[in-house]
């Protein structure tokens, strides 16, 4: 016959001091300037004033590409205002998940991070297809003759090696990343101020009036992608010191940095190259433009030097994607929604075994790219990137919708914080993140470049409400079936204490 001893004999469970540490971050590691450093090396200022603007001027052939920029970091830095709010009061490390279950609901939370975790995944590993192939190019210079996916595997190998690495050591390897690619855009920016094409300085690209057209909605939502990765700070707030002043600080100066960088650099483009030949230049030069300025202004050298730093540009990228996608998986897991191995972090604090799990995603789609002999620039970077963008702008608006019900239901913090980033921005925020999904779902068959009657601009949104939908139905299920775990989501370090077991 079994026993039960009584309470006061029953054997102790393991220390909740060891479930805590095992699943919590390491604190206090970042600062403002160190998470400006992976918003901006996600956003690829490179890659979007090389490529971004002139596929803009192509497609759409409005040349008030600066006025879309800055139109679009009015727009992020109004809905920033109640993002950053809300943030220092849910410190998270799956930020839009852990906002929409504040705001909005457990349930939908968990469909909030299946659309998170397939946008991040897109826009991270299409990031090796634009890799293998600016790297060829330039590895043929110098006699190496190789496939897309070689330099494509190299670069997959060194993310995955720093992804198991501490905060820290990232943050040093995008420091030096970034710092080069900037400057080299600085550069490019004053050389092409100083030589103006031979109409002189005409600042047509500045009139508003400029953006109206049938490709205008296209436009805005090209300077979206430009952008993205600037929500990602919030990610980091576990990590960072002082998350309420640490994040806000870092999220204004990122989408300011980036707005003011993006309107000079392409303005000057539209100088060097001249208002009235810009669409012309964009189609038939394509992302060979930027560069082609370089030499012409400042020699030869400079544009190779250029064309070496977008592809450490793309590498940047994928270091801050893969950190913020680690950091998702990481989330979902100490939260019980993915298999609780994978919410622990490593002697270093860093999310190892949700690391790891990304980096063989990557490998996989590389492999998988190779053997079937797929276009890698296409079907991996700019469908990958579009379809990942599109899926971010939805994940920005749901989430704008959260904090409008956040602050709703805490009058306290709307005295404490001001009205204008508890009610003002959060509403003007909502209003402005609905025009800008309704304009990129309507014209997302443009942003794709798909030839008409193609289903792919149809099943790709299709496919991001059925993740929607069927993470919301399965939080539901989790509500009646597994009440621990739902009542854990959005719970953060909290869900770990309240089931060091689960």
């Not at 390491?26 to 090389?50: C, E």
């Not at 410190?91 to 839009?96: I, L, R, S, V």
């Not at 609901?105 to 991270?124: E, K, M, S």
């Amino acid at each position: 016959m079994s026993t039960v001893p009584p309470p006061t004999q029953a054997s102790p469970r393991p220390p909740q001091r060891t479930s805590l540490v095992e699943s919590r971050l390491a604190a206090n590691r970042l600062g403002a300037g160190a998470i400006v450093l992976f918003i901006a090396a996600a956003a690829t200022p490179l890659t979007v004033v090389a490529g971004v603007a002139t596929t803009g001027w192509a497609m759409t052939g409005l040349i008030a590409l600066p006025v879309a920029f800055a139109v679009v970091a009015a727009v992020l830095a109004i809905f920033s205002a109640g993002y950053v709010t809300m943030a220092a009061k849910l410190p998270h490390a799956g930020a839009f998940y852990a906002f929409i279950a504040a705001g909005i609901g457990r349930a939908p939370a968990v469909g909030g991070a299946w659309i998170a975790l397939a946008a991040y995944t897109a826009l991270q590993v299409g990031l090796y297809g634009l890799l293998g192939i600016s790297a060829q190019p330039l590895l043929a210079q110098i006699g190496i003759d190789v496939a897309w996916w070689v330099p494509a595997l190299v670069c997959w190998a060194l993310v995955a090696l720093l992804g198991i690495q501490s905060v820290n050591l990232n943050r040093t390897a995008l420091f030096i990343l970034l710092t080069a690619e900037v400057a080299i855009i600085v550069v490019y920016t004053i050389a092409n101020f100083i030589n103006p094409s031979s109409a002189g300085y005409q600042w047509t690209a500045l009139d508003p009036s400029h953006l109206i057209g049938p490709g205008a909605g296209a436009l805005l939502c090209l300077a979206v992608l430009g952008f993205i990765g600037f929500e990602a700070g919030v990610v980091y707030s576990e990590e960072s010191k002082e998350p309420g002043k640490t994040v806000r600080r870092a999220t204004t100066l990122a989408v300011a940095g980036l707005g003011l960088l993006y309107v000079t650099a392409i303005l000057s483009v539209t100088i060097a190259v001249g208002p009235d030949n810009i669409i012309a230049a964009a189609r038939e030069q394509d992302i060979g433009l930027l560069f082609n300025l370089a030499a012409a202004g400042l020699g030869p050298a400079w544009a190779d030097v250029g064309l070496i730093l977008l592809v450490t540009s793309v590498v940047a990228a994928g270091i801050a994607f893969h950190n913020t996608v680690a950091r998702y998986i990481f989330a979902l897991g100490r939260e019980a929604l993915l298999p609780r191995a994978l919410g622990r972090t490593s002697r270093k604090r860093s999310p190892r075994a949700a690391s790891v799990t990304q980096s063989v995603t990557g490998l996989i789609v590389i492999v998988g790219f190779a053997v079937l002999g797929l276009d890698p620039l296409v079907y991996l970077f700019f469908y990958g990137g579009t379809t990942g963008g599109l899926g971010i702008l939805m994940l920005l608006a749901f989430t704008a919708v959260a904090i409008v019900a956040y602050f709703n239901r805490s009058p306290d913090q709307i005295e404490a914080a001001g009205a204008w980033r508890t009610r003002v921005a959060p509403v003007l925020a909502l209003l402005l993140m609905a025009i800008m999904l309704g304009l990129a779902v309507f014209n997302f068959a443009d942003l794709l470049g798909t030839p008409p009657g193609s289903p792919l601009p149809y099943i790709i949104p299709a496919v991001y409400v059925l993740l929607g939908v069927g993470g919301t139905l399965w939080g539901i299920w989790l509500s009646r079936s597994r009440p621990d775990v739902h009542h854990s989501i959005g719970q953060g370090v909290k869900a770990s204490l309240a089931n060091p077991k689960s």
